[in-house]
């Protein structure tokens, strides 16, 4: 059966994102003939020497005119055993909340690194986020090979400087690999330019990681979205919970806590509009019927009586600030979305401000800026159904929503609730 | 779905099944006035299937709009109608002849209607106060839209700002607005076209029948087959012959172009689009030839 990988880029700017992204595109023979006509008229008209392939996924007037990305390109292609969704994300300090939005849905990250340049803070940064969101698999992606004469030196320096960088971070499966983006070395095949790599190309990386097991069908976590209560004669006493699940696994006949009431029941089915399923797991979209009229609502949360999230309104998290025009200050409100669940919540305190590039914690801080990372602690106007963001990514991660501007300001990832 | 001994794996049709239904009863819960974008193709009949399976067995509950540039292809209409009886849905008509006539908008000298849907669909969606539109969008259209957030903030005009969207995190989707304003919502942005035609193959979709291969008289024009159509008539010098034919998108008449085909059954269209070599606007859309930024200039006047 086929199944879906979804990777985001990542890196600072100018390290070859997108180039790397339209040079696995174009050597798979997924891009089609009008898209690369349209980009070899555009590199032949400003004069390029050659064809531009960042511009495959550069497709807004402003990033073509500056050369950056500046927010997210969602592409897709497919090899006989998998569907790839790509998330291209801009490397510019200005955008990182669109890196953010782009990894935070990804099984795999892709750190990019100029060859010539090593590691820098906007690189670090990168990482840090990835293993912030705690996206399963890391490739530290050396580019731009061709311009350090292929040289194994300068990789194992590149390879060494950041595997001690990731030892300090939350990193479950690291792969660092040489390319070049601009030359195709080890995108799609192997490179003869580099015998001293062993390792695989980066498409033959990205088709055999295995991402089934990040899945967690252990805690049962379904957030009550939309009642279903159908104004008919036909189904006049039906009353179904739609959702999706976000863990664990839902049967017919299952004892189940409804919270934060704490009401129990059975399960007297799980649905679809083609039937009933035996079985609901992550990340289905099905409607949960229960044996007793019991008050559920939206934002209500649906698990195993022996298996509970936290049910708490002290929540403290990992917050990274994403508002330029306002910073993260305490004694400051916000609108809260979390699950299903909107509330309201208050900034209780900032036990500190983290150094991206040193993993410093700077604990006078009373504030965070734009791009800037700290942990929190929260106190919201009604309980949240919380778990920590390690161990479950949809149950562990909010935003914070600004209630004047209506701006999503902060994404959140749970560490303790209480 | 009743595979026994499995791995707890969706495949990847059902998986942009999920994340669709899930997009689609966010908006139902969070927004007082949805509605739903319908224009009879493909990827609109799509979206209004998983608009019923979302709510099943209760209807849809939000009204579906169409609209009508007055150039279309009586099949589609056709379908539209059945369609929306099926289901008892509303079905609202923002029509561009009226506006035309009554004159809010002026038809270009070309006769195309495709830039002056965006005024006849605002004011259609500010006279029904509509607060939350879905969209059948997918990213792999277009550059553009291959940069559009799943709920995509517009300001009181309509207006898309691509380079001041909202971050928008796993699948928490901020539908806050201010009045005026609104979310356009895009359930298919996952989908590629791929996808769809496998979609409508598994759960049996009626399409119009122009998606499939039949006998047409075309005209060849810009490299494009266009057929011949009471608002599209060949100029002199330009001969109409007939051809196999099949419609990859349906839009406008007077801008959809035909490809030639052989495929008309779903397998052998499945066979085609696997193997293109060129995108569904790129083989027929004459709107999007006139610039390099058409989608993204017409996006950021409040087009879908
Ligand atoms: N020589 C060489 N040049 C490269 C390579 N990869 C990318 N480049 C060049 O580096 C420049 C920047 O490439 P992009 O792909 O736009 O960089 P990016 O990381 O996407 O940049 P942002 O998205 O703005 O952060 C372009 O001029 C590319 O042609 C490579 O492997 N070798
Ligand atoms: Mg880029």
């Not at chain 1, 992204?21 to 006509?37: A, E, P, S």
């Not at chain 2, 193709?41 to 399976?53: P, Q, R």
């Not at chain 2, 029509?95 to 830039?115: H, K, L």
Request: glycine share 6%.
């Amino acid at each position: 059966m086929m199944d879906i990988l979804r990777f985001a880029t990542a890196g600072s700017v100018d390290d070859g994102k997108s180039t790397l992204i339209g040079r696995l595109l174009y050597d798979t023979k997924t891009v089609f003939q009008d898209q690369i006509d349209a980009v070899e008229k555009v590199s032949h008209d400003r004069g390029d020497d050659y064809v531009d392939l960042a511009l495959l996924t550069d497709g807004l007037r402003a990033e073509r005119e500056q050369g950056i990305t500046i927010d997210v390109a969602y592409r897709y292609f497919a090899t006989p055993n998998r569907k790839f969704i790509i998330a291209d994300t801009p490397g510019h300090i200005q955008y990182t909340r669109n890196m953010v939005t782009g990894a935070s849905t990804a099984d795999l990250a892709l750190v990019l690194v100029d060859a010539r340049k090593g590691l820098v803070e906007q690189s670090r940064r990168h990482a840090f986020l990835a293993s912030l969101l705690q996206v399963p698999h890391l490739v530290l992606v050396v580019n731009k090979m061709d311009l350090v004469d292929y040289s194994q030196e300068v990789y194992e320096n590149i390879r060494e400087e950041f595997t001690q960088f990731a030892a300090k971070l939350r990193v479950p499966d690291l792969t660092v690999m040489p390319v070049s983006a601009l030359k195709g070395d080890n995108v799609v095949t192997r490179s003869a330019n580099m015998p001293w790599y062993e390792g695989p190309s980066l498409l033959h990386h990205l088709e055999n990681v295995h991402v089934a097991s990040d899945r967690n069908l252990i805690d049962v976590r379904f957030p009550v979205q939309y009642v279903i209560r159908p104004q008919s004669d036909e189904w006049h006493d039906y009353r179904g919970y739609a959702g999706q699940v976000l863990g664990g696994i839902l049967k017919k006949g299952d004892e189940v806590i409804v919270l934060p009431s704490g009401y129990t029941s059975k399960i007297l089915s799980v649905e679809t509009a083609d039937g009933e399923v035996d079985e609901a797991y992550a990340p289905m979209s099905v409607t949960v019927r229960l044996e007793d009229e019991i008050d559920v609502s939206r934002g209500d949360m649906i698990c195993r009586p022996n298996n509970q999230p936290t049910v708490a309104q002290d929540i403290d998290a990992m917050i990274c600030w994403m508002d330029e025009s306002a910073p993260m200050r305490v004694g400051a409100k916000y609108s809260i979305k979390h699950t299903t669940r909107t509330a309201r919540t208050i900034v209780k305190g900032l036990q500190y401000r983290l150094d991206v590039n040193t993993l410093h914690r700077d604990e006078e801080a009373n504030e965070l800026t734009l791009n800037e990372i700290g942990r929190v602690r929260l106190r919201t106007t009604v309980p949240l159904m919380a778990d920590d963001y390690s161990r479950n990514r949809n149950t562990g991660g909010f935003v914070l929503v600004d209630e004047g501007t209506n701006r999503t300001v902060a994404a959140g990832m749970i560490t303790e609730a209480s | 779905m009743n595979s026994p001994a499995h791995d707890y794996q969706l495949s990847q049709l059902d998986l942009l099944e999920a994340e669709a239904i899930f997009i689609m009863r966010e908006v139902v819960a969070e927004f007082e006035r949805p509605v739903l974008l319908f224009s009879g193709g493909k990827d609109s009949i799509v979206m209004l299937k998983l608009a019923e399976k979302a709510f099943y067995p209760a209807r849809i509950p939000f009204a579906v709009m169409h609209v009508d540039t007055g150039h279309n292809f009586d099949e589609v209409l056709a379908l539209r109608d059945e369609r929306v009886a099926e289901l008892k849905v509303q079905l609202i008509v923002a029509s561009v002849q009226e506006a035309i006539d009554s004159g809010q908008v002026v038809e270009p000298p070309d006769g195309t209607r495709n830039r002056i849907q965006t005024p006849v669909l605002l004011d259609a969606l500010e006279k029904h106060r509509f607060t939350a539109i879905f969209g059948g969008a997918r990213r792999d259209e277009d550059k553009a839209r291959a940069k559009e957030r799943i709920f995509s903030f517009r300001d009181e005009f309509g207006q898309w700002d691509p380079k001041n969207q909202r971050p928008e995190l796993w699948n928490l989707y901020n539908g806050r607005i201010h009045t005026g304003e609104s979310i356009r919502v895009f359930p298919l942005s996952n989908w590629t076209e791929l996808d769809i035609w496998h979609y409508i193959k598994r759960e049996e979709i009626e399409l119009p029948s122009i998606y499939y291969a039949h006998e047409r008289e075309v005209f060849d024009r810009d490299g494009m087959l266009f057929a011949v159509h009471e608002k599209k008539q060949p100029k002199p010098g330009e001969e109409v012959f007939t051809e196999m034919v099949r419609y990859r998108t349906v839009g406008d008449a007077s801008l959809t172009a035909a490809v030639r085909s052989e495929a008309d059954t779903v397998d052998l269209v499945i066979d085609e689009v696997a193997s293109t070599r060129v995108t569904e606007r790129g083989a027929t859309r004459g709107d999007d030839k006139f610039s390099e930024a058409a989608m993204e200039d017409r996006k950021r006047e409040g087009y879908f």
